[in-house]
């Protein structure tokens, strides 16, 4: 069957220093992939995605790296932040009838 | 928030009964989809729907049914509630191949 993975349930890192969350996926046939975060309480929020035709991009603080040879892809977090302590979680597009699959996420905890 | 509300926010009632959530959106999107979210599992697919009464079931569709009537509603059912309905449940347009969630509805039946 199919399924969207995180290796780490968990995460806790300094203030100041840089986060990284995986995530492994099982269908070499996604083509698209979307990491968001989710705040206690609140829905998810898109943070970035990336398409299966690139290997990395970036946005604001952040860059995705997806290395479709081992079906696994993994969210970078520059200069952690406290805001930042959330629940991060990919997931990815087969493309049929714009159905997603989640990953069941992983809590960052940011240290001041 | 994409212009998505979802209502109520929290409601609790007991087995059996039937329950409707509403979700509310305010931008014209075709697609929107309902979810829900339990510890340990990722967000599930309920059921979506691609344009008015044009609706699709997901992967965890037993026991719910969806109606939309307007573009702008998208209407979840649960029948007769049991116990392992109780979850968060939120709703969801596209933009492209982007989507956007609601705030949530925290249901629990007792």
């Known amino acids: 069957g199919e399924s969207v993975g995180l290796h780490l349930p968990t995460l806790s890192v300094q203030e100041g220093d840089n986060s990284i969350i995986n995530c492994a996926y099982s269908?070499?046939?996604?083509?698209?992939f979307i990491w968001y975060k989710q705040e206690s309480g609140k829905g998810p929020q898109f943070i970035i995605d990336?398409?299966?035709?690139?290997d990395k991009r970036q946005g604001q603080r952040v860059t995705v790296l997806l290395n479709k040879t081992v079906k696994h892809l993994s969210l970078q977090i520059a200069a952690t932040q406290p805001g930042d302590s959330a629940v991060y979680f990919c997931?990815?597009?087969?493309?049929?009838?714009?159905?997603?699959?989640f990953g069941t996420g992983t809590s960052l905890t940011v240290i001041p | 928030d994409a212009g998505i509300t979802q209502s109520p926010r929290h409601k609790v009632t007991e087995t059996g009964t039937p329950v409707t959530l509403r979700c509310h959106q305010t931008?014209?999107?075709?697609?929107m989809y309902w979810y829900r979210q339990d510890p340990g599992h990722g967000l599930r697919l309920i059921h979506y729907?691609?344009?008015?009464?044009?609706?699709d079931k997901g992967e965890v569709s037993d026991g719910y049914s969806v109606s939309r009537s307007k573009t702008e509603d998208f209407l979840l059912t649960l029948e007769s509630a049991t116990s392992s309905q109780t979850s968060v449940y939120f709703c969801?347009?596209?933009?492209?191949?982007?989507?956007?969630f609601g705030p949530g509805t925290r249901l629990t039946v007792t």
């Open positions: 269908n070499s046939a996604s083509d698209y």
């Open positions: 969801a347009i596209s933009v492209g191949n982007e989507q956007y």
């Open positions: 931008e014209n999107h075709r697609y």
């Open positions: 997931a990815e597009n087969k493309y049929t009838g714009n159905q997603f699959y």
């Open positions: 729907s691609y344009g008015v009464k044009d609706t």
């Open positions: 990336i398409r299966s035709n690139m």
